[in-house]
Every structure is written in structure tokens, then in C-alpha cells.
């Protein structure tokens, strides 16, 4: 029986989609819950999975082709991988059947972006070696194997490129990049956006971490990370300064009465920022807990529109690609931004004598046509008051 295999439902944020990559072709013989098709967003990337086992007839929308939700993508005939034998194996080439074989079982079972890189490069997944869990490829596996040498042969064939000729490739934008320049370009042009500065002591929290670290991922199954703290701090920081988490609708201003804070995440497709939801309610351990669960889901592709979508303010860490000091762009409608950064051991004066320290530079930009200079700045001095002072977020002082 021939059905339609149709697009995803996309949810109201999200107009319309491309096809990132078909991982069947015409006549392929597929099994119930094979991945077909990826379906990328400007916020995610959907897979479209066969809903029986059968065998691919047509296919409707191209890669690159951009596609409304539940609009066909293909033509799939249910009950042909069954009824239809498999030729038989070739007796005389058992190796290169069984190679085939295992690509075929390989290549299902790849994450998104591994997928998207093997089809990219056109490689064959059974000759890359997996170090994951289990020996599953990774996206870092598939870089690995592109940027081996090659191995030499005495009658190597000489290079096709002429000495010191230039190389230019030209690839499509995703279109996660093309959003996400769009959102940036629009930041810039549409908000009168500041940044103010500030440095926070992180011995603190440092020592802090050495004392109970051990101890707080023995209880909690999770390690006590500085994002956490830095969660928690704008929280109470957002609490005091209302301006700060509210966003601006027009002609008016909207209070919210929820702290959902966005943690930017770097991922393969591009940055993404996951929402810590109700943060004002979580303790440290919940926080980190989310913190994790949405690192993993984004190296893996498999975060959902709703994980990305909402949020009051946003916290973005450079710090861990060892940015010592940058200005980051508003993440609208969000009215402010912090950013993090790299920890730096500086010499700084502690009652009239020289301390070596560890400091960290903050960066808070925000929207100026709601917020004023003295909210922001005082805003940063609280978040790092209750940073170089944790006992302070513990007592609600």
C-alpha cells in the first residue's frame, strides 16, 4: 500500500523547513523507525522516520528544497521490504558483502550531525572507527578520519593542483547560521544596546568547589560547575532588578514573573541556547543536572523547539574557548545579556597589599531604551557580590 511520507508538524515559531539530507534512496528497503530524512529548522533539526517497514518509491523534495509542514516529502509502498527476497549473496565476495553490511547497520544507528557529516564527505561509516560508547561514531571520529594522512604508496600519483594555486568552496548557509545572523544583524540595528563591565574574585567559589565538589557529585550524580552559581546569582540579581527580565512588545513592556534562563550551548550546526525553566525554583544540583542534559542533547542533535524557545535572559560563556573579554549581542526580545569568560590569575590590591588572584571579566550588554545605565551597572555589581560571597545566595541576603 503507498502512503504519503509528509513533513513533521512544525510548531508556529517555525514557518517552514529544508531538507538537510535523505539517508535512502529510490528502491531503498527500509525497517519501522528508519530515519529517512532529516528536516532542518532555524532552530532544530526534525528526522523523518518510516512508519512501516517497506520500500521507498519516490521522492518528492530534494535536499535543499524547502518544505511546509506536512507537506509530502515522498512516497513509501508499506509490506515491500517483506514480500520482495533479497538477492542472493555473492559467494565469492563474502568480505565485501559483509562490509556493506555492516555500513548499512552503522549508518542507522549514527547521531544527526554524524550522519550529516558521512553523507557530506561521502564517506563509508564502516571504515570509520567509533570510540564512543558501545564503538558508536562521533562527530569528532568523522574530523579524525578526514584529517588522517593518507597512507603513501611507491607509485603514488602526483598531486592534481598546480603549485600555489587558490582553492575557493562555496557552500549554502544552514539555514540555523542564516537565523542566527539574522537575529545577531537585527540585535544590532533594531536595539540600543550597551555594554557595561565589571571583574568578579573567583577564589571563592574555587575553593568552595575543592572543599565539596567530591562530595556534591557523590550525592547529586552531577559536578559542581560556576555556571550554576552564575544561574543562581542572576536570578537573584533579576529579582531585584525587574527591568532586567522583562522584554519589550511593541510599544509596551512585558514584566515577566518567571526567571527561564538561557544558557548558550556551542553545538556542531551552530549556537544554540537551551532554557533553564523556573530557575528561581531549582537549587545547584537541579541546575547543573539541566545544564548537562541539554550539552548532550545539543551534541547530538536532538534538541526540541521547545528546549530552545522562550527565555528572559540569556548567559553566554566564552570563557571556556579562552575569551579573556568580549561584548555579546542581545538575544532579543530579551532585554539583556551576560557573558562569561576566561579565568585569569591577575595581581590585583587586597588591603594595601598585592594578591595574585583569580578573575574573571563580565560583560553585560542590554537594551538601553528600557534599561537605564545605573540598572545595568548595578545589576553586574550584585551579580558579582553574590559570586565573590556564596553564603549570600545561601541566607537570601
Do not use: C
Not at 511593541?250 to 515577566?256: A, E, F, K, P, R
Not at 571556556?320 to 538575544?331: A, Q, R
Amino acid at each position: 500500500m503507498a502512503i504519503d511520507i509528509k513533513a513533521p508538524q512544525f510548531p508556529e515559531s517555525v514557518a517552514d523547513g529544508s531538507v538537510a539530507a535523505w539517508h535512502k534512496k529510490v528502491g531503498d528497503k527500509v525497517t519501522r523507525d528508519e530515519v529517512l530524512a532529516d528536516i532542518e529548522t532555524d532552530k532544530v533539526v526534525l528526522e523523518v522516520v518510516a512508519p512501516a517497514d517497506g520500500v521507498l518509491t519516490q521522492i518528492i523534495k530534494g535536499e535543499g528544497e524547502t518544505v511546509l509542514s506536512l507537506e509530502t516529502l515522498a512516497i513509501f509502498e508499506t509490506g515491500a521490504a517483506t514480500l520482495t527476497s533479497a538477492p542472493a549473496m555473492p559467494v565469492a565476495e563474502p568480505v565485501a558483502a559483509t562490509a556493506t553490511t555492516v555500513a548499512a547497520a552503522t549508518a542507522s544507528d549514527l547521531a544527526p550531525s554524524v550522519r550529516k557529516a558521512v553523507a557530506e564527505n561521502q564517506l563509508d561509516p564502516s571504515q570509520i572507527a567509533g570510540t564512543g560508547k558501545g564503538g558508536r561514531i562521533t562527530k569528532e571520529d568523522v574530523v579524525s578520519h578526514l584529517t588522517a594522512p593518507a597512507p603513501t604508496t611507491p607509485a603514488a600519483a602526483p598531486l592534481s593542483l598546480a603549485v600555489g594555486e587558490r582553492v575557493e568552496k562555496r557552500v549554502p548557509m544552514t539555514r540555523l547560521r542564516a537565523k542566527v545572523a539574522e537575529r545577531l544583524l537585527s540585535a544590532t540595528q533594531n536595539t540600543a544596546m550597551l555594554t557595561t563591565f565589571n571583574e568578579v574574585n573567583m577564589k571563592p567559589i574555587m575553593e568552595m568547589r575543592k572543599a565539596y565538589g567530591e562530595r556534591f557529585e557523590k550525592r547529586h550524580g552531577v559536578r559542581l560547575g560556576f555556571m550554576s552559581f552564575f544561574v543562581k546569582a542572576a536570578v537573584e540579581a533579576l529579582k531585584r532588578f525587574p527591568a532586567v527580565n522583562a522584554s519589550i512588545d511593541g510599544n509596551d513592556i512585558v514584566y515577566h514573573g518567571y526567571h527561564d534562563v538561557g544558557v548558550a550551548v556551542s553545538s556542531d550546526r551552530g549556537l544554540v541556547v537551551p532554557i533553564v525553566r523556573d530557575a528561581e525554583r531549582m537549587n545547584l544540583a537541579e541546575i547543573e543536572k539541566n545544564i548537562l542534559e541539554y550539552g548532550k542533547k545539543a551534541k547530538d542533535g536532538k534538541l526540541s523547539i521547545n528546549d530552545i524557545t522562550g527565555g528572559t535572559f540569556t548567559i553566554s560563556n566564552g570563557g571556556v574557548f579562552g575569551s579573556l573579554l568580549s561584548t555579546p549581542i542581545l538575544n532579543q526580545p530579551q532585554t539583556a545579556i551576560l557573558g562569561m569568560h576566561k579565568i585569569q590569575e591577575r595581581p590585583m590590591a587586597v588591603k594595601g597589599e598585592v594578591v595574585i588572584l583569580p578573575m574573571m571579566y563580565l560583560a553585560l550588554s542590554y537594551d538601553h531604551r528600557l534599561i537605564d545605565g545605573k540598572e545595568a551597572v548595578s545589576f553586574l555589581v550584585t551579580i558579582k557580590d553574590l559570586v565573590e560571597d556564596p553564603a549570600l545566595l545561601l541566607l537570601d541576603l
